[in-house]
Structures are given as C-alpha cells and as structure tokens.
C-alpha cells in the first residue's frame, strides 16, 4: 500500500482535506498526532473501519478503541448518560488528556467497543487531531498508533517504523507533548474508577469531584480486569527488562557485577539523567528527575531505541511514583512484565 505523508501543515489546503475526508469515509486509515501519543484512526461508527484498525495493529478484537471527539455536544450523541461528575470533569480536563467510559448507545458498533456495552470517549487538545476529527464529520477510533504490544509512538519515525505502507495517510506532528497515553477513567459505577493513570493524575480528579475515587490501574493483571487493555502485554523493547529499586549506587554496583557475567552481550540503564554518569555502560537518560514531564516526554522514545540498538539486557531504575511518577511507573512496570529487584 502507497502511504501518503503530510505534515500538519498540509492538512490547510483544500484538497488534501477532500482526501482525508473521502479516506475515513471509506473505512481507511490515517495516523495523526495528539498532545499525548499518535493515534491510528478510523470511522468509529464503521465496524469494518474498526476491524481494519485491530488488524493493522495485530490487536486482540476484545481491546476496545477509544472514540475521539471535537466537540463536547457529540458526547451526547455516542452515550446514554453523562453524570454531574462527568460533566465536572469535562469543565476542568477538556479538551485535553482524559478519556471516560460510558454506557454506549446502538450508534456505537460492539466492534468499536470491543464487544462492551460501553464506550471510552476522548476529546483532544491537540489542533491537528481536532481538525482531522472535524474534517471527517465522523467520530474517530483511534488506540494508540503502535503494533500491539510494542512502545506507543510519540514520534513520527515511531509511526513509520510501525505503520509505512500498511495505513493510508500518516500526519506528522512532531514529537508527542505529553507522550503518555490519556488517563482512563470509568464513570459508569456508583464511584468514578480510575483505569489508566495517566497526565491527569487521581489527586487532580478528586479535586474536582472533592472525594476520593477508585484506581484499579495498579493492580496487576490476574483474572477478572475491569479494562480488557490490563491485560495484555505491552510497551515490552524485544530485550529483557528488569526494573531495580534502591539506591541508584547499588543499582551501579549490579549493573557492573553483570557487565562481566553476561560478556559479550548487549546491556543498556534507562534513568534518570543525574544518574548517567555512574554507570560503565550505555545510558539513554530519561530526563531530570526534578522534571517528570520531561521523563514522560522521552518514555516510549528510549524503550524504542532499545530496540533499535538491539540491547539485550535492559535496566531500569525505578523511579518515585509521587504525581505523574505513578504513571511513568505503570508504563514501566508493563514494559518489564512486572519484574522488579529491590537492592
Ligand atoms: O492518549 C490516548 O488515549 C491515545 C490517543 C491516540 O488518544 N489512545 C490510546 O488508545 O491510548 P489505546 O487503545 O491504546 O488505549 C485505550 C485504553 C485501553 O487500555 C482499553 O482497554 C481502554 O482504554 N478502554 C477503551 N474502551 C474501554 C471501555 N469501554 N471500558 C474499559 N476500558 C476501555
Ligand atoms: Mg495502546
């Protein structure tokens, strides 16, 4: 398949936006970018454009997509009840990184929701995902544009490295803002529960709701999970991943002890950038560890480029999981399949 590559730009002239348009109405593919990751889209309410998604990223079809909008009213249009809370958090967080769960409407085809009665509903900041969403006059499914299980993608190369030749259109926006996939919250229940922690942190939602709500996010995944997306692998470089908790000298102290025993292999520290120079092997930085936003920024870029030096033993340090660290730790905990060392 010939992919069409535009920068955000391109989406201003006329008939490029023609294209793009007949292209979602079609049940085709485009990727565009949001302030938290790139997004690989199609017409939510086509369940054959939603199939055409879970098969260009090789997703289990029991992972629902979450539906993009660019305008608070559409909500009303997809779901059967939006609470006052609902409604509370939607003045404070949107347009922005916070998706909420709903009861669906028949509108919304089970493919989209993955065979749930209920539907994640987004609305993003970004200007060229809301004019991509606009341009369609559809809402748009769109999880997150990387291949099952692999890193999202919070750049345009990630996008291609994934996607060239196997989607429509790609839209370049640049390296991702946040680079952390949305907050997932489920507001169907009697209290708000947090699914995916995210940019929107639990303590920012109860300051608006002024209680406490539920998180399950941290839990791992055994058995019955309240988002079918917990239970799956994900964000795992092809290395193996072990994350270590401690002082980040003992940390130094094991990496050297294991330079020598695995001789001859590819080792490689992810942390936090103060820390690279205690290490005798090959760091990427993950940013300051007084910036989370910065680490969140770099996150699914390093796991990446994990893979593209072919490293065979990754180590991580663990960072604090105060704010947003709560998030970066999910994402971390994920890529490592929940293999930790305390030192
Ligand atoms: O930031 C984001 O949310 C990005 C950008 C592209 O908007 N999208 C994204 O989509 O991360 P995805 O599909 O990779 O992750 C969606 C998550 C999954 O964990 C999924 O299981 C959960 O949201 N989810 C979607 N619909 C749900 C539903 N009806 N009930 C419970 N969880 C749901
Ligand atoms: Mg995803």
Request: proline letters at 5%; glycine letters at 8%.
């Amino acid at each position: 398949k010939n992919t069409i590559c535009w920068s955000n730009n391109d989406l201003n002239i006329k008939e490029n936006q023609s294209i793009l348009k007949e292209t979602i109405l079609q049940g085709n593919l485009v990727i565009f970018p949001t302030e938290t990751v790139y997004g690989i889209g199609a017409n939510g309410l086509n369940p054959e454009a939603s199939k055409r998604i879970y098969q260009a990223k090789g997703r289990p079809s029991d992972n629902p997509l979450i539906l993009h909008i660019a305008d608070r009213n559409d909500l009303y249009k997809y779901v059967r009840y939006v609470s006052e809370d609902a409604e509370k958090l939607m003045d404070a967080f949107w347009p922005g990184p916070l998706t909420m769960v709903f009861e669906k409407n028949e509108l919304v085809p089970k493919e989209t929701s993955g065979g749930l009665e209920t539907v994640a509903i987004r609305f993003p900041k970004d200007k060229t995902a809301q004019q991509v969403i606009k341009l369609a006059g559809v809402p748009i499914a769109a999880p997150s544009a990387n291949i099952s299980g692999k890193p999202s993608s919070t750049k345009f190369e990630h996008v291609l490295e994934d996607f060239n030749g196997r989607v429509d259109i790609i839209i370049d926006g640049g390296p991702s803002e946040i680079g952390l996939e949305s907050t997932v919250i489920d507001m169907t229940g009697d209290i708000p529960t947090i699914l995916r922690p995210g940019y929107v942190t639990k303590k920012m939602v109860e300051k608006v709701l002024k209680y406490t709500v539920q998180d399950v996010s941290g839990t791992k995944p055994t058995g019955q999970v309240k988002s079918p997306g917990m239970k799956y692998t994900h964000y795992k470089p092809k290395g193996e991943v072990l994350l270590i908790r401690g002082s980040i000298e003992k940390m130094a102290a094991y990496v050297c002890e294991q330079k020598i025993k695995l001789e001859g292999h590819k080792i490689a520290v992810i942390c936090e950038s103060e820390y690279q120079e205690l290490f005798n092997v090959n760091v990427v930085p993950l940013g300051s560890k007084d910036n989370q936003l910065q680490m969140a920024h770099n996150l699914f870029s390093s796991l990446r480029d994990m893979d593209k030096e072919s490293v065979e033993y990754i180590y991580i340090h663990y960072l604090n999981k105060d704010e947003l660290g709560y998030a970066l730790m999910n994402r971390l905990e994920k890529a490592a399949g929940y293999q930790i060392l305390d030192l």
